[in-house]
């Protein structure tokens, strides 16, 4: 065995690998070759992280009190500007760097940027000094202005690399603070624009997330035709989040008045405070809840340690009061039922947050569970013996949600007892109450939008609703172990309650049928053909016995007056614009999504069994190893098939006027 490493190499194999070889990427060059580790990925989710990350930049001015002012416009050719009131980024040169500005060594040094010490900043959303250097490595042009002490600095980027020094362009009398705009750069996103509706709904976010600050909202004209976004308005709540969440309740009255409220953070060993929160919740018999969070103006769609100790709040709040009253079914409250039918919204600024990547989905911070318990703890001790008629409607409304999660696992266990003897439901998953599975249908929407808008739309007696979080992964060029950690595949597999590969048993599926409705867009589509792709690889037999089937949403509504049509597409809306009364104007509505359609319009032309239509997926024996080649060269490993088959078939886009 020793031989073996005596031996060397010879001939080809001895030069083939040696120092050349080893890359070393300097200054920005390692963002434009791997963004997906700054920014998540190169799709529209990404793209929109470009714009939070300099939007944000600019709200840790105002939240640390030295901006009141925020000004974002959207230009023609994808050109996003964002521009402040606050101190502006420093332009005088940087002590490690001499011969360089702050404001340079900012936007082309990684890891570079006022909130690693916590003196410039008290609490921030940027963390890892990587925010504008990211940006301005993935923009293909990126100029900045700042305004200090009565003199205007400019310098302009392209691809992350400066075009000049940066320039005195000259004095000025009322202007100060940071002026950014830049032009993601096609190379890297290739043909993705910013979406006006997505920036306008996180301006307002951000206003909302604090009152002190005025948010400037313009957009091109000709980027909004045909939606209700307005071009220019300023925004500015100063109810906070009770203004959020009073305008997403839409009147709807909750079960107790809706509840909001802040408080500080107790200061910290060294004297320094520990930051503050703020909330806003109501109780709701029906309708859409969830809990939105954010930790430093920063959204946190996967929720983290500020939840936690939210929850944990709820939960001891209204078992201790069940306790004063001498309720004993108030034991058997858990914090899923204290969070049942809540609509919330939660805020947390805290010094040096910790997320789970440079995306900031989800907080870390062990001890923002314990400030954020026992500051809302307190207060909400408070808010129930305020009044203790309203503290006794939400504990009976809390315990019937208790008592309707054990009557339900009840009735699912006992038909089925040995077969689902260990069933475990997702936490998003909107059950029916049928267990007839030749009624009971199980609809697949993207998302909790669309899911609010399904919930609301369905028959609750045979009519399920699980929303899948994106793009769920791809079975066909995924591992196994991939497979096996996806949540969301997860949450499928078990709502289905069947099992898969080994453990399917066909007599355990929980729904007759297993509805797929997505967005009537490419998007949609995707997810589609992911999710077919999903049932075909790990679940064929639901396909062969006929379970699976294709929700087909209208995009457009055609309305003249009191008569409404819906078009599945463009060429249908053509069609059915001849059945009104010619010369009178006929109003054309494009939904953006299923999370934008009335739940009346969803369930008239999609989830109605009497009115919709369904497309059944089958895959016919004869046809099988064609559709098994069609899926492997189009979803599975080999990226060289896929671009075959576009090259094949690529004019079939101009001859389909897609």
């Known amino acids: 065995m020793n031989d073996l490493f005596k031996s060397e190499p010879t001939g080809k194999d001895a030069q083939a690998y040696s120092a050349k070889d080893i890359e070393v990427l300097e ?15 190169t799709d529209e989710t990404a793209l929109h992280h470009l714009a939070s990350e300099i939007i944000d930049n600019a709200m840790d001015e105002a939240v640390a009190g030295h901006a009141s002012f925020i000004e974002v416009t959207l230009a023609p050719g994808n050109t996003l500007t964002v521009r402040d009131n606050g101190r502006g980024i420093p332009t005088d040169p940087h002590p490690k760097f001499p011969t360089l500005s702050a404001l340079e060594v900012i936007f082309t040094t990684l890891h570079s940027g006022g909130k690693f010490s916590g003196k410039a900043y008290e609490t921030s959303g940027g963390l890892h000094g990587v925010g504008s250097s990211v940006v301005n490595a993935l923009s293909a042009s990126l100029e900045v202005e700042v305004a200090r002490d009565r003199v205007l600095w400019r310098q302009s980027y392209v691809r992350g690399v400066p075009q000049t020094a940066l320039l005195n362009a000259g004095a000025v009398q009322n202007r100060r603070g940071t002026q950014i705009r830049f032009t993601p750069d096609t190379e890297i996103f290739g043909e993705l624009r910013f979406q006006p509706g997505r920036l306008y709904k996180l301006c307002r976010s951000k206003a909302y997330l604090f009152r002190g600050v005025r948010i400037r909202w313009a957009c091109d004209p000709s980027l909004i035709v045909g939606t209700d976004i307005p071009a220019e308005i300023e925004i500015h709540y100063p109810g906070g989040l009770r203004d959020s969440l009073e305008a997403d309740l839409g009147g709807k009255t909750p079960v107790v008045p809706l509840w909001a409220g802040e408080a500080n953070f107790p200061t910290n060993a060294a004297g320094e405070r520990a930051g503050r929160m703020e909330w806003a919740l109501a109780w709701l018999e029906e309708g859409e809840s969830g809990l939105s969070s954010y930790c430093n103006t920063v959204p946190t769609p996967q929720g983290g340690t500020h939840e936690a100790g939210f929850r944990a709040a709820l939960l001891k709040g209204l078992r201790g009061w069940g306790e004063q009253r001498g309720t004993k079914k108030a034991t058997a409250i858990t914090a899923d039922d204290a969070m049942a039918g809540l609509a919330a919204k939660l805020s947390v600024f805290i010094r040096e947050p910790q997320f789970q990547g440079q995306t900031k989905e989800k907080l870390t911070n062990a ?21 203790p008629s309203q503290a006794d409607a939400l504990l009976a409304f809390t315990i019937e949600r208790a008592e309707e999660r054990l009557r339900r696992k009840e009735l699912k266990d006992a ?14 998953l909107a059950d029916c109450a049928s267990e007839d599975t030749s009624r009971t249908e199980l609809f697949l929407v993207e998302g909790d939008s669309a899911g609010g808008s399904a919930k609301q739309a369905r028959d609750r007696a045979t009519q399920a609703v699980l929303p899948l979080r994106g793009k769920i992964l791809n079975v066909a060029s995924a591992s196994t ?17 069947c099992g898969v590969g080994d453990r399917f048993e066909r007599t355990r599926l929980r729904y007759g049928r297993v509805i797929i409705m997505t967005d009537a867009d490419v998007d949609g589509a995707h997810i589609a053909s992911l999710l077919m792709t999903f049932f075909y690889r790990e679940l064929p037999e639901l396909i062969r016995q006929g379970h699976i089937y294709l929700a087909q949403p209208p995009l457009y509504r055609l309305t003249q007056g009191a008569k409404s049509i819906y078009a599945m597409d463009d060429a249908d809306r053509e069609s059915k614009l001849a059945l009104f009364r010619p010369g009178a104007k006929v109003e054309i509505s494009r939904f953006k999504g299923l999370g934008e359609m009335p739940p009346a319009a969803l369930k008239e032309t999609t989830m109605d069994p009497a009115r919709r239509t369904l497309l059944k997926v089958v895959s016919p024996p004869e046809d099988r190893a064609r559709t098994e080649e069609r899926v492997e060269s189009l979803m599975g490993r080999k990226p060289e098939l896929r671009f075959q088959f576009i090259q094949e078939n690529a004019r079939l886009a101009g001859e389909l006027d897609v």
């Open 27 to 41: 200054g920005l060059e390692p963002v434009r070759r791997r963004p997906g580790m700054y920014i998540g990925g």
């Open 367 to 387: 001890e923002a569970a314990r400030l954020v318990e026992a500051a809302l703890r307190d207060r909400f001790d408070h808010f129930l013996a305020a009044s």
């Open 415 to 428: 038909p089925r007892k040995t077969a689902t003897r260990r069933l475990r439901l997702p936490g998003k």
């Open 481 to 497: 172990e991939k497979l096996r950690q996806n949540q969301e595949l997860k949450d499928l597999i078990e709502a289905l309650g």
